[in-house]
C-alpha cells in the first residue's frame, strides 16, 4: 500500500477526541499543509473535534494568518500543552475565554518528555522549574480555570526535591515536516532550519500505538536517500503529504536561505549593524558581560540583537547557541529565531536541552518584561497576554551567568541616544519593574540557592542580584537617578555603595572596540 495520501486524506485520519502532537518552532518546520486541510475539514464537518493539542513549541507569526492559529475554532480542541505561546494569539483568546483546557510547560522538558515517552519511562524528573509557576505548589502551569488536572508533581529523591512532568500514555497523532521522503518515508530534513523533536516526536507517537504523517517537499524513490541524510526513517512514517511550495517555506521570514541550513557559508560582513538605539544600547551592555569563547544562549526578542553586536564588534570564538538545535554562526531573529546563518552544526532540540539542563552554557542573555522587588521576572503571562515560558525556564535555572535584557518601560517610551549619553524625551507608560507580577518564570530564589550571577540590563540602569538582593550598580550618564529611575519603578531597590555610571561608548554611534 502506497503511504502518499494527499492532505485531505491525511485530514481524514485525524479522529474526534485524538490527541495530536505537531512539530514547528515559531516560523519553521511546520506542516502547514496538513493543519490547513484539518481546519478545512472542521469548518465543513464539524469533524475532528475535540482534539488534544500537544506542541513543544507554537508556530505562528503573531495573526491569524499562519501557523497554529487555523486550529483555533471552538469545538476542534478540547485542550492544548505548548511550551510557547506568543505567536498564536487566536489560541490564546480561547484560553482566556476558557474553551480550552491548556498548560504552559518548559518547552526543554516537553522536548525530552516525547523521548521520555518514546522509551517508556515516568516521564522527566528534574530540578527544572522548581520555585517558578509550573511548580505544582505555585500554578503547575495551569493556564486557566477550567484546567484542573496537574501534568506536574513534586517529588523528593535523596532528600533533594525534583519536579516529574507526566508522560502521556497514548498519543494517536504526530504530524511532522521535512524535505524529502522516498516512497517507503525514509524522511531527510537537509534543507530545513533545524531538526526541532521530529524524531523523538515520530518514535513517541509510534511507540504509543499512533500514526504519524510526514509533510515534505517532495517524494522521490525508494532507495535514492543518503541513508545519512535520512532524519526520521520510514519504519516511522506512516503516510507522506507532499506540501505546495507556498506551504514548504524554510522560514516564515523566506521560502529558502541556503545560509541557515549548511548549504553555503554567506560573509557576515552581510550583516548590517544596528542603528543607535535603546535596544542597541542594551545590547551592547550585555556584550560587555560576554566572555571569551563562551558558549551562550540568546533568547527571542532584545537579546537578539548581542549576536549583530558581537559580529559588528568583531568579537571572535563565540559559539552561540539557541534551544531549536542550532550551534555556532549568528541567530536570526523575529519569525526567523530558531535559524542560524553559518550554523556550526545542527542537533535535536532534545539533545540541545540535556545540555542546557546540565549546566553547558558558559552564559545565557534573555528578555526582561517584568520584575520584582526580589529579582524575579515574568516573561510567560501579562494579564490576558500569554507569551509562554519557551525555553526560558529550562536556560535560566542551569547557567552560572544569567543577563535579562529589556527596556526599563515600555509602550510610548521615546529617547535621543548619542554623545555618549541618554536622555528620556517621552517616559513610557508601563512601569516594568514592580511589586507584583503574575507569574514568576524566573525565581530569584533558585538562583540564589544555586549561586548564580544574575544581572538585569536596561537603556539607562543595570542591577545584580547581590547576595539575593536586588541592587542597583550603574546608571546612564544623562539621567537623573531619582525622576528617571526611581520614579519609575514600584519598588525602591537597594543602591549599590559603589553606583557608576554607564560606559559612555554604549551611547556613541561608532564601534565601542569591545573585541578581546
Same mark, same amino acid.
Given at each position: 500500500?502506497?503511504?502518499?495520501i494527499?492532505?485531505q486524506?491525511?485530514?481524514?485520519l485525524?479522529?474526534?477526541?485524538?490527541?495530536?502532537?505537531?512539530?514547528g518552532?515559531?516560523g519553521?518546520c511546520?506542516?502547514?499543509?496538513?493543519?490547513?486541510?484539518?481546519?478545512?475539514?472542521?469548518?465543513?464537518?464539524?469533524?475532528?473535534?475535540?482534539l488534544?493539542?500537544?506542541?513543544?513549541?507554537n508556530v505562528?507569526?503573531?495573526?491569524d494568518?499562519?501557523?497554529? *492559529?487555523h486550529?483555533?475554532?471552538?469545538?476542534?480542541?478540547?485542550?492544548?500543552?505548548?511550551?510557547?505561546?506568543?505567536?498564536?494569539?487566536?489560541l490564546?483568546?480561547?484560553?482566556?475565554?476558557?474553551?480550552?483546557q491548556a498548560?504552559?510547560?518548559? =518547552?526543554?522538558?516537553?522536548?525530552?518528555?516525547?523521548?521520555e515517552?518514546a522509551?517508556?519511562?515516568?516521564?522527566?524528573?528534574?530540578?527544572i522549574?522548581?520555585?517558578? +509557576?509550573? !511548580?505544582?505548589?505555585?500554578?503547575? #502551569?495551569k493556564?486557566?480555570?477550567i484546567t484542573?488536572?496537574?501534568?506536574?508533581?513534586?517529588?523528593?529523591?535523596?532528600?533533594?526535591?525534583?519536579?516529574?512532568?507526566?508522560?502521556?500514555k497514548h498519543? *494517536?497523532?504526530?504530524?511532522?515536516?521535512g524535505?524529502?521522503?522516498?516512497? !517507503?518515508?525514509?524522511?531527510?530534513?537537509?534543507?530545513?532550519?533545524?531538526?526541532l523533536e521530529?524524531?523523538?516526536?515520530?518514535?513517541?507517537?509510534?511507540?504509543?500505538?499512533? =500514526?504519524?504523517?510526514?509533510?515534505?517537499?517532495?517524494?522521490v524513490?525508494? #532507495?535514492?536517500?543518503?541513508?545519512? !541524510?535520512?532524519?526520521?526513517?520510514?519504519?516511522?512514517?506512516?503516510?507522506?503529504v507532499?506540501?505546495?511550495?507556498?506551504?514548504?517555506?524554510?522560514?516564515?521570514?523566506?521560502?529558502?536561505?541556503?545560509?541557515?541550513?549548511?548549504?553555503?557559508?554567506?560573509?557576515?560582513?552581510?550583516?548590517?549593524?544596528?542603528?543607535?538605539n535603546?535596544?542597541?544600547?542594551i545590547?551592547r551592555?550585555?556584550a560587555m558581560e560576554?566572555?571569551?569563547?563562551?558558549?551562550?544562549?540568546?533568547?527571542?526578542?532584545?537579546?537578539?540583537?548581542i549576536?549583530?553586536?558581537?559580529?559588528?564588534?568583531?568579537?571572535?570564538?563565540?559559539?552561540?547557541?539557541?534551544?531549536?538545535?542550532?550551534?555556532g554562526?549568528?541567530?536570526?531573529?523575529?519569525v526567523?529565531?530558531?535559524?542560524c546563518?553559518?550554523?556550526?552544526?545542527?542537533?535535536d532540540?532534545?539533545?540541545?536541552?540535556?545540555?542546557y539542563?546540565?549546566?553547558?552554557?558558559?552564559?545565557?542573555?534573555?528578555?526582561?518584561?517584568?520584575?520584582?522587588?526580589?529579582?524575579?521576572?515574568?516573561?510567560?503571562?501579562f494579564?490576558?497576554?500569554?507569551?509562554?515560558?519557551?525555553?526560558?525556564?529550562?536556560?535560566?535555572?542551569?547557567?552560572?551567568?544569567?543577563?535579562?535584557c529589556?527596556?526599563?518601560?515600555?509602550?510610548?517610551?521615546?529617547?535621543? =541616544?548619542?554623545e555618549?549619553k541618554?536622555?528620556?524625551?517621552?517616559?513610557?507608560?508601563?512601569?516594568?519593574?514592580?511589586?507584583?507580577i503574575?507569574?514568576?518564570?524566573?525565581?530569584?530564589? +533558585?538562583?540564589?540557592?544555586?549561586?548564580?550571577?544574575?544581572?538585569?540590563v536596561?537603556?539607562?540602569a543595570?542591577?545584580?542580584l547581590?547576595?539575593?538582593?536586588?541592587?542597583?550598580?550603574?546608571?546612564?550618564p544623562?539621567?537623573?537617578?531619582?525622576?528617571d529611575i %526611581?520614579?519609575?519603578?514600584? +519598588? *525602591?531597590?537597594?543602591?549599590?555603595?559603589?553606583?557608576?555610571?554607564?560606559?559612555?561608548? %554604549?551611547f556613541?554611534?561608532?564601534?565601542?572596540?569591545l573585541?578581546?
Amino acid at each position: 500500500m502506497s503511504k502518499v495520501i494527499t492532505p485531505q486524506q491525511a485530514a481524514d485520519l485525524v479522529k474526534d477526541g485524538d490527541r495530536i502532537v505537531m512539530s514547528g518552532f515559531i516560523g519553521m518546520c511546520h506542516p502547514q499543509e496538513i493543519t490547513y486541510a484539518i481546519e478545512d475539514r472542521f469548518l465543513k464537518t464539524g469533524h475532528p473535534k475535540d482534539l488534544d493539542l500537544f506542541f513543544p513549541t507554537n508556530v505562528g507569526d503573531g495573526t491569524d494568518r499562519l501557523g497554529m *492559529n487555523h486550529l483555533a475554532h471552538d469545538g476542534l480542541l478540547r485542550s492544548i500543552v505548548g511550551g510557547h505561546w506568543n505567536l498564536v494569539p487566536a489560541l490564546a483568546k480561547m484560553v482566556n475565554e476558557n474553551k480550552v483546557q491548556a498548560w504552559n510547560l518548559p =518547552i526543554g522538558t516537553l522536548a525530552q518528555l516525547l523521548r521520555e515517552i518514546a522509551g517508556g519511562r515516568p516521564g522527566v524528573i528534574t530540578k527544572i522549574g522548581l520555585h517558578t +509557576f509550573v !511548580d505544582p505548589s505555585l500554578q503547575g #502551569g495551569k493556564m486557566n480555570e477550567i484546567t484542573k488536572e496537574d501534568l506536574v508533581e513534586l517529588m523528593v529523591i535523596d532528600g533533594e526535591e525534583y519536579l516529574r512532568y507526566k508522560p502521556f500514555k497514548h498519543i *494517536n497523532v504526530g504530524v511532522i515536516r521535512g524535505t524529502y521522503a522516498d516512497t !517507503d518515508g525514509n524522511m531527510t530534513m537537509e534543507k530545513e532550519a533545524a531538526f526541532l523533536e521530529a524524531l523523538a516526536m515520530a518514535e513517541a507517537v509510534k511507540n504509543t500505538g499512533g =500514526i504519524v504523517i510526514a509533510q515534505v517537499e517532495d517524494i522521490v524513490d525508494k #532507495g535514492t536517500l543518503n541513508p545519512k !541524510d535520512v532524519k526520521v526513517p520510514g519504519i516511522l512514517v506512516d503516510y507522506i503529504v507532499k506540501g505546495t511550495p507556498e506551504n514548504s517555506w524554510q522560514t516564515y521570514l523566506d521560502p529558502y536561505k541556503p545560509e541557515f541550513s549548511g548549504q553555503i557559508k554567506k560573509p557576515l560582513d552581510a550583516l548590517a549593524p544596528m542603528p543607535l538605539n535603546a535596544r542597541k544600547v542594551i545590547s551592547r551592555r550585555a556584550a560587555m558581560e560576554l566572555s571569551p569563547n563562551a558558549i551562550v544562549n540568546l533568547g527571542i526578542g532584545i537579546p537578539e540583537g548581542i549576536a549583530n553586536v558581537a559580529n559588528e564588534e568583531g568579537i571572535e570564538g563565540l559559539k552561540m547557541t539557541v534551544e531549536a538545535g542550532n550551534i555556532g554562526g549568528v541567530p536570526a531573529s523575529g519569525v526567523g529565531f530558531g535559524a542560524c546563518t553559518n550554523p556550526d552544526c545542527t542537533i535535536d532540540s532534545p539533545a540541545m536541552f540535556d545540555f542546557y539542563d546540565g549546566g553547558g552554557l558558559d552564559q545565557a542573555f534573555l528578555g526582561l518584561a517584568e520584575c520584582d522587588s526580589e529579582g524575579n521576572i515574568n516573561v510567560s503571562r501579562f494579564g490576558p497576554r500569554i507569551a509562554g515560558c519557551g525555553g526560558f525556564i529550562n536556560i535560566t535555572q542551569s547557567t552560572p551567568v544569567v543577563v535579562f535584557c529589556g527596556t526599563f518601560t515600555a509602550k510610548g517610551l521615546k529617547e535621543n =541616544i548619542g554623545e555618549g549619553k541618554l536622555e528620556i524625551v517621552n517616559e513610557g507608560q508601563v512601569k516594568k519593574f514592580k511589586q507584583d507580577i503574575d507569574q514568576i518564570t524566573f525565581s530569584s530564589e +533558585f538562583a540564589k540557592e544555586a549561586g548564580q550571577k544574575v544581572l538585569y540590563v536596561t537603556e539607562r540602569a543595570v542591577f545584580e542580584l547581590k547576595d539575593g538582593v536586588f541592587t542597583l550598580t550603574e546608571i546612564a550618564p544623562g539621567v537623573d537617578l531619582q525622576k528617571d529611575i %526611581l520614579d519609575q519603578m514600584e +519598588f *525602591n531597590p537597594a543602591i549599590s555603595k559603589d553606583l557608576k555610571l554607564m560606559d559612555e561608548r %554604549l551611547f556613541k554611534a561608532e564601534p565601542m572596540g569591545l573585541k578581546k
